[in-house]
């Protein structure tokens, strides 16, 4: 089976006055179609600028980034927007909710954009806040807060679903359960999700392990028997 996203040899820099910050340096790697995968690596390493570029909010310099078939580096613009719009489910440390918008709202907001969304009430059930819907995002906790930001990334039946650091702000028992409803959600949907951490405690629960380092991929460890998060200790 072919892999449903490919990164081959992606270079990114930023300049910043005099000097160039090689923030990508000949990243490659493949994820499969349903996968659960992390990318791990110290603050720094170019994580974020790679998730970044996968999700179509940032362009490589060079490079092939291959989601379902198609190479989002030669993509214009405009296909880079229908792109973040219909494909890509986008879930923040900080969660990033419309703090005037209810809980439903937000992902109502959410699934307005796309073509064949789930319902609002429906993904906010699934995510366990089906009795929080009417709250604001300032009436929710940390946790419940990242619950609706991931009911309104799934609303999109998104191809990916992106995770930032997802649980970094988090205590350590509501981060654990977030992790799950992550990994539950990649088993349940077959959705292909892809977490960005530092902490290389998590890494058993995932199908595939990407280390990052200094702009370059360190290691790749495909893992044959995924933890559940539940028995993880960190
Ligand atoms: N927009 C930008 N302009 C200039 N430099 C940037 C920009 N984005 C990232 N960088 C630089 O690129 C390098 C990689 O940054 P990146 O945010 O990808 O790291 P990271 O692995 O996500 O780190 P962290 O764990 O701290 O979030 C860093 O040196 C950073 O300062
Ligand atoms: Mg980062």
New binding site residues.
């Given amino acids: 089976m072919g892999s449903f996203v490919t990164l081959k040899d992606v270079c990114k820099s ?1 300049r ?1 006055g005099e000097v160039t ?1 090689h ?1 990508a340096n000949g990243i490659s790697f493949e994820i499969e179609k349903g996968e659960f995968a992390v990318i791990v ?10 998730l970044n570029m996968l999700g179509g909010m940032d362009t490589c310099d060079s490079g092939q980034i291959v989601v379902d078939g198609e190479d989002i580096a030669a993509y214009s613009r405009k296909q880079l927007i229908a792109y973040r719009r219909y494909d890509i489910g986008f879930v923040f440390q900080f969660y990033n909710l419309v703090q005037n918008l209810t809980a439903r709202e937000n992902v109502e907001l959410a699934a307005q954009i796309c073509k064949n969304p789930m319902y609002a009430e429906e993904m906010l059930r699934e995510v366990g806040l089906g009795e929080r819907m009417q709250n604001f995002p300032a009436q929710l906790s940390g946790g419940e807060q990242q619950r609706v930001a991931i009911a309104r990334a799934l609303a999109k039946r998104p191809k990916l679903l992106l995770c930032d ?1 997802p649980t970094g702000a988090l205590d350590y028992n509501t981060g654990k359960t977030i992790l799950k409803l992550l990994q539950d959600t990649c088993r349940s949907l077959g959705m292909t999700v892809i977490v ?1 951490t ?1 902490n290389l405690a998590i890494a058993p629960m995932a199908d595939r392990i990407i280390k ?1 380092k200094n ?1 370059r991929v360190e290691e790749i460890k495909r893992n044959e028997n995924p933890v559940p998060v539940e028995r993880i200790e960190w």
Avoid: F, L, R
């Fill in positions: 930023y910043m910050i923030a690596g110290p603050s720094g390493a170019g994580k974020t600028t790679v650091e960005i530092h990052v702009s």
